[in-house]
């Protein structure tokens, strides 16, 4: 062999080397060994007893939701067990929803319910502490509050593209092997929200005011989502873009794209907290409710040595001065029960996960009284990482079905797929669309 081919196999095989390295992340640097962090060891102050039964009670209803609805089983498994009543009250409650879906649904929610993404999580290692960003459930002010931790003081002058980008850069994606290393030593949090405030919120702040949009995002959400939408659902004839009035999607149009849209599509802003943060996989140690906001805010930020150092200002608190119910009876009203009842079962992990009610929706298509059971936003009202499979529920199938292969969705890199505005703005793609509008 030529000296000349020599170096050329040796070139090959360092390249390859390389790449072998790079891909399974030996090149990482490892983390000093730390212990595994357990919410029941930190010393609690007067009457966050309470706090903590709250907080132990909201894991075990997301653990029984997800174990009940397959996430721990393989699919032949949940089907048999889906088929069945179990004679308990809360188990038959949570699965009661079972007998208006289709099979196609029931495997849906089956395939679903076994992924996991690490797309949304934001690590702060000197506080060991872990958020995964659920838009439009407090995120704007936790933003504030992580760019804070990391020094940044003043963010006034940058736009919500740039505070976001910004975000990224200071807590960087990591990769899977290192986020499983990490995360485990610290406090994990998200915060929730009922779906449809959440999905209404959405569709206020992106897709019903073009002039908003224009200015704020250079009519990103309309040229993506709102154009789209119009030339989907509206009927031939009536106000659309070639008007200056109406051009936006109405909500009802909204819900029609939502109803027909696959929930994997959605953009992050509507996308269910199920997907976005993956809970049955990812033992989160605090879920945060905007009903207790304040509250679990200053649990978190008490528990993490920040309590002095960081203020939270809550942001978008949906219309002051008007009540929740007000607002969700001027939308939902304008749909059927059959189209909330649709909706409903697209969010249904959201659902029961965390223990949010349907009925006052229900009623809003049924009657002109404000139902004034709805919630006012904002006002306050396990030792490893991931759940373990969960057996309990297969205590009937003796047969010995195998395993099936499960394709876990792992993120590593932003996925600038789901047509999301704020990950395009981290990626520095945002282009100016409102010049072809």
Known sequence: MGRSSYRHVILSAVAVYTFLALGTDIFDQKEPKKDVFKLEKLPMRPGEEIQMVAYTQRKARV?????????????????KFIQKETGDKTKDEILKDKMDLSQAQLERIWQLNKRTTFHQMFVDRDHSLTWCKVPKAASTSWLHAFLEIAGEKDVSSKDMAGKHALLRERYPMLTNSLLKRIMPTTLKFMVVRHP???ALSAYRDKLEDYARDLKDRGGYYYAIYGKKIVKAYRKEGTSGEDSNQHREPTFREFI???????????D???????????????????IA??????KDADFILYHRGLADTVHIEWSHRTDQLQKTSDVAKTYFSQLTSSEVKQLYHKYLQDFLMFEYDLEPYMKLTQTSKINSTLTIDGNEGEDEYYNED??????DNEDGDEEEDVEYEEDETPNTGDHDYEEYAVDNKIIEVHNNI
């Open 289 to 294: 409710k905007m009903e207790t906001l304040s």
């Open 196 to 198: 449809f405030e959440r």
């Open 256 to 266: 029609q794209y939502l109803l027909d849209t696959d929930v994997e599509e959605y």
């Open 268 to 286: 992050e802003h509507w996308r269910p907290i199920s997907l976005l943060c993956t809970p049955c996989h990812i033992k989160y140690d605090v």
């Open 63 to 79: 653990k029984e939701v997800c174990s009940l609805w397959g996430a721990y089983n393989t699919k032949p498994r949940f089907m």
């Open 390 to 395: 969960d057996e309990e529920y297969n205590e």
